[in-house]
């Protein structure tokens, strides 16, 4: 199976992300983003407001002011409230009533990206349409600005840490606590460096937190959900009951148990969602993307619970979730969604319902936490020279993609997609024989590398 996404100017998979400085990550375009979203989502004659959140990148402080200063122009009202998670952004989005809300992050990425991602007054990133609309008139000039008199005013939000954390709080069961457990969070110098390691105090374990010091450059630098080495060898040297590592703006979340082995979104899905049913909570089947693992199908498919499986990215997730009215979904990196408390994917939200499942099973995270066997799968990431087109359209590459899906067929899978984000081509192959399944990535990336 080949999945391509669609290629636009400026929006990705997950907004509009690049390098800091770096066309279209620049103080003038993202003015001309600010502008072209405040016209779009000018609706009515009241006044008009926007949230702003930003994670602890050096660049924010550049884009921050340039997005202001859009919205503003445009009429509207800026609460900011950085530095907070991605999903706090679109709580307040819903909570304090905005016609928009914005979150400044490149997630996973290296200090040296940065993104814009949008939410829609509901508190949901916004559709294909309705970003591919921004992306037009960003090109065009705005001429509908608003009157010196209608301008609008920007102020910090100074509580807003403080409400994310009574809202975050609120999505742990009721009745029990995590006094007793000994918990290492990795903040991934992001987003949450504050935030994360509160609640979980608040709800009565005992912390040590880690990578809780950012500086503006090191943020998901060997640390966070992309890098959990520091995060595993932390929890077996304190002893802890489990590790729990973010990225960078803490919209995901990949899980350590006591004896340092990390579990994928994958195993933490299928453990919340048996817990869902068990207890009668799970609306439909989970939601996953075409990245997650087989052995997860096959292991949902025998308890009666039923997959549904989308286009990678988490808001493709939330619109199937939101389609067929189902409460779980995610992806195999971390982005976990409760669609009972969140709009998007949140990293401590989701951590909190894994621990309250640890806390009322009783036994240790790694019989908890190993759900399913999962199949070989390999993942390997081919970087191509845009300037020369797309490899996918060249002959050479689809005959080796064909020749690897019929090696695999009735015994895996192939999948082969652009990044959303990055000149790269990801290339995955799943299947009970892991040999062959290396044979078939390393065939076509071969086929890949040949032609770029």
Same mark, same amino acid.
């Given at each position: 199976?080949?999945?391509?996404?669609?290629?636009?100017?400026?929006?990705?998979?997950?907004?509009?992300?690049?390098?800091?400085?770096?066309?279209?990550?620049?103080?003038?375009?993202?003015?001309?983003?600010?502008?072209?979203?405040?016209?779009?989502?000018?609706?009515?004659?009241?006044?008009?407001?926007?949230?702003i959140g930003k994670d602890t990148r050096l660049s924010g402080y550049m884009l921050e002011p340039a997005l202001t200063a859009g919205f503003t122009s445009m009429g509207m009202d800026v609460f900011l409230v950085s530095p907070l998670p991605t999903p706090a952004v679109a709580m307040l989005t819903k909570s304090l009533r905005c016609d928009l809300g914005v979150m400044i992050s490149a997630s996973h990425n290296p200090y040296q990206d940065n993104g814009i991602k949008l939410f829609g007054p509901d508190g949901y990133k916004l559709s294909d349409e309705t970003e591919s609309e921004i992306e037009r008139m960003m090109d065009e000039p705005i001429a509908d600005l608003a009157h010196p008199s209608k301008l609008g005013r920007a102020q910090r939000l100074e509580d807003a840490r403080g409400r994310y954390i009574e809202f975050v709080k609120r999505t742990f069961p009721a009745g029990i606590s995590l006094s007793g457990l000994k918990v290492v969070v990795d903040c991934a110098h992001g987003a949450a460096y504050k935030v994360a390691p509160e609640v979980l105090y608040e709800l009565g374990a005992e912390v040590i937190s880690i990578a809780v010091h950012p500086n503006g450059t090191n943020i998901n630098d060997q640390c966070g959900a992309t890098s959990p080495a520091a995060l595993c060898e932390q929890v077996v040297a304190h002893g802890a009951d489990i590790g729990i590592a973010l990225d960078g703006d803490a919209d995901r979340l990949i899980i350590c148990d006591e004896t340092g082995h990390v579990l994928d979104g994958d195993q933490l899905m299928a453990l919340v969602a048996c817990s869902y049913a068990k207890r009668g909570n799970l609306k439909g089947p989970l939601v996953a993307t075409v990245m997650s693992n087989l052995g997860l199908e096959r292991y949902l498919d025998k308890k009666g619970i039923g997959l549904l499986?989308?286009?990678?990215?988490?808001?493709? +997730?939330?619109?199937?979730? /939101? *389609?067929?009215?189902?409460? &779980?979904? $995610?992806?195999?990196?971390?982005?976990?969604?409760?669609?009972?408390?969140?709009?998007?994917?949140?990293?401590?939200?989701?951590?909190?319902?894994?621990?309250?499942?640890?806390?009322?099973?009783?036994?240790?995270?790694?019989?908890?936490?190993?759900?399913?066997?999962?199949?070989?799968?390999?993942?390997?990431?081919?970087?191509?020279?845009?300037?020369?087109?797309?490899?996918?359209?060249?002959?050479? +590459?689809?005959?080796?993609? /064909? *020749?690897?899906?019929?090696? &695999?067929? $009735?015994?895996g899978r192939v999948l082969i997609r652009k990044s959303g984000t990055e000149p790269l081509i990801r290339v995955m192959a799943e299947g009970d024989d892991q040999a062959m399944v290396q044979q078939v990535v390393s065939e076509i990336c071969g086929a890949i590398e040949a032609v770029s």
């Open positions: 199976m080949v999945t391509v996404k669609m290629t636009r100017k400026y929006f990705g998979t997950d907004g509009v992300r690049g390098t800091a400085n770096i066309s279209p990550i620049t103080p003038d375009l993202i003015l001309r983003l600010a502008l072209a979203a405040g016209r779009h989502f000018q609706r009515g004659t009241h006044r008009h407001k926007v949230v499986r989308t286009a990678v990215g988490d808001r493709y +997730v939330v619109e199937t979730m /939101r *389609a067929k009215n189902c409460n &779980l979904g $995610g992806e195999q990196s971390g982005h976990i969604i409760m669609g009972d408390h969140s709009t998007t994917g949140d990293g401590i939200v989701a951590a909190l319902q894994v621990l309250s499942v640890l806390v009322e099973d009783g036994r240790p995270m790694s019989e908890v936490g190993r759900v399913f066997e999962p199949v070989p799968q390999l993942l390997q990431n081919v970087r191509f020279d845009a300037g020369k087109g797309l490899p996918l359209d060249h002959s050479d +590459v689809k005959t080796a993609i /064909r *020749a690897g899906e019929e090696t &695999l067929q $009735g015994q």
